[in-house]
């Protein structure tokens, strides 16, 4: 056993078992609403999912056709999934014809004029929200902001906010291995490149692709931003982290001052002209969490009182899994967040981000590629025995929590994985670019409309328990009078609501 396999192994048996067993997760899960010939739904959000500003469970991300799915917070994988799969039932009978994306890359777009941002009502929070949006759609595009994914909430008993860092750190070093194993935006419609230059090859009918990508998604054509790459965030502490985006939400940004925050007729354009309108925008594959307080800032409830959670951001939608998660997926994050906690985690450097970052474009456009070297400290390694050498020290994690919850279903997702390493062509993204390829003659919107259609099939004819359904029809009325609530309470003008909220002294703690 090599050295930091016994380390990790020595930690992993210090570590009480209650702990283990306290670990709580909750998924997040954007997707496009879509006519059934894979064009964008251009229909309002359905008032039968209630308000998108106050509903708990349902709302919507940047566009008025982007659904967010929201569970609530869990002991177990199973339980986590059974929820999201009852939110997904209703939203189905609320949808009509329309189908839930099921790629993160989008559907057929519209012109970006026709692309319809999403709208929460006439309060102060609601047009706060759409107003950052209508900056986002300025700043990088509408286009950019409909890509959809899984975001995974974790948390474990007992952590504390340098921990939380340490697993951050960790996590960033290693994601390379979680786009590799469930990237699966290999390809997209071409109408998302429209008007941008792009190095894709055609794949098929109106779609472009990279033969050995991974997660197009988490490349440079997906959610990335040229500003924010300038951005030399350290994870190495609280105070580093909140220092770098104190600066960021207060620097005012030359483009983003050019592009200013009301129009000649008084329209919004954003919020602010810094380089983060708020702390939402900043982009990355993990982020520190803290649930906050009606009207506090993130960053101020994070320094404040620290660490909650993690967000872990890199997840692509799995077309082949009806809620675009399975059990495998949920069960192997949780095994790698709780290596990225074991593991030695020495402080970062704006070297090493640089290489990470390298890193990542890399697994994400040619990941599949025979021999793919990757940076690590001051030399390269090769993708698979990195890879291989992660899963080796997660081994004895997998048989810890399996001895906990009963059952193989840790050490069989993690075998699973090394098959994966040793074999590229049973990765999503393999098998999405071949299921494409052999059924739908290389068409990402034939592919995806066909598992968007069965997704909608197979969940609708699950049994749906009368309390789950009454319960979701309850809270979208709740939502429905909480707006109203909220709108008829709000008293304070909108620049004197905005010019507040965004004030620097709301940032500290």
């Known amino acids: 056993m090599m050295l930091s396999q016994r380390r990790i192994a020595d930690r992993l048996h210090a570590l009480p078992h209650g702990r ?4 709580l997760r909750g998924i997040e899960k954007e997707s496009l609403r879509t006519r059934p010939d894979g064009s964008l739904a251009l229909t309002p959000h359905p008032p039968a999912l209630g308000s998108a500003l106050t509903h708990p469970h349902i709302t919507t991300d940047f566009s008025e056709s982007q659904l967010e799915l929201i569970t609530g917070v869990h002991g177990s994988v199973e339980s986590c999934l059974e929820e999201l799969g009852q939110i997904h039932q209703h939203v189905y009978r609320s949808i009509g014809d329309e189908l839930l994306w099921a790629g993160s890359m989008p559907c057929d777009l519209p012109p970006d004029a026709s692309i319809p941002i999403a709208n929460y009502g006439n309060s102060n929070i609601g047009r706060a929200k759409a107003v950052y949006r209508i900056g986002l ?5 509408k286009r950019m902001q409909t890509i959809s994914g899984i975001h995974y909430n974790w948390s474990m008993p007992g952590l504390g906010t340098d921990e939380y860092f340490a697993l951050i750190r960790n996590f960033r070093r290693h994601s390379f291995l979680l786009l590799y194993l469930f990237g699966a935006s290999p390809a997209l419609g071409s109408s998302f490149m ?5 190095g894709l090859t055609p794949v098929g009918p109106d779609t472009l692709g ?5 997660s197009l998604r988490m490349g440079r054509l997906g959610y990335q931003s040229d500003a924010q790459s300038a951005l030399a965030v350290s994870y190495n502490s609280l105070e580093h982290y909140a220092a770098t985006l104190q600066e960021a939400l207060t620097r005012q940004y030359p483009a983003y001052e050019a592009i200013g ?3 000649r007729e008084g329209n919004y354009r954003q919020l602010a002209t810094t380089l983060l309108q708020i702390e939402n925008e900043f982009y990355g594959t993990i982020r520190p969490k803290r649930v906050i307080r009606p009207a506090e800032r993130p960053l101020h409830a994070l320094r404040e009182r620290g660490v909650e959670y993690v967000e872990v951001r890199c997840l692509d939608l799995d077309p082949f899994e009806p809620l675009g998660i399975g059990p495998g997926t949920a069960r192997f994050v949780d095994l790698f967040l709780l290596h990225s906690l074991l593991a030695d985690s020495p402080a970062d450097s704006p070297q090493e981000t640089e290489a990470l970052s390298r890193n990542q474009d890399l697994v994400a456009t040619r990941g599949r ?7 690590r400290g001051d030399g390269e390694i090769a993708l ?3 890879a291989a050498s992660l899963l080796d020290e997660i081994e004895p994690i997998a048989h810890a929590l399996d001895t906990i919850e009963g059952g193989l279903g840790y050490r069989d997702c993690l075998r699973r994985a090394r098959s994966a390493v040793s074999d590229a062509a049973l990765l999503p993204s393999a098998r999405v670019l071949e299921t494409m390829r052999r059924n739908f003659g290389g068409s990402h ?3 995806v409309g066909a598992q968007s259609t069965k997704a909608k099939h197979q969940l609708l004819e699950m049994p749906w328990p009368a309390d789950s359904q009454a319960k979701l029809g309850q809270m979208a009325a709740v939502s429905l009078q909480e707006q109203a609530r909220i709108e008829a309470q709000d008293l304070t003008d909108f620049e004197t609501y905005r010019r507040a909220y965004l004030a620097p002294e709301r940032l500290q703690p």
Do not use: I
């Open 20 to 23: 283990l067993q306290g670990m």
């Open 137 to 141: 759609s300025h700043r990088y595009g």
């Open 194 to 198: 429209t008007g941008r230059a792009h």
């Open 210 to 214: 990279m033969p050995q990508a991974t």
């Open 261 to 263: 925050v009301v129009d």
């Open 369 to 375: 590629e025979p021999g793919l070297r990757l940076e």
């Open 384 to 386: 698979t025995d990195w």
């Open 445 to 447: 919107r034939g592919f």
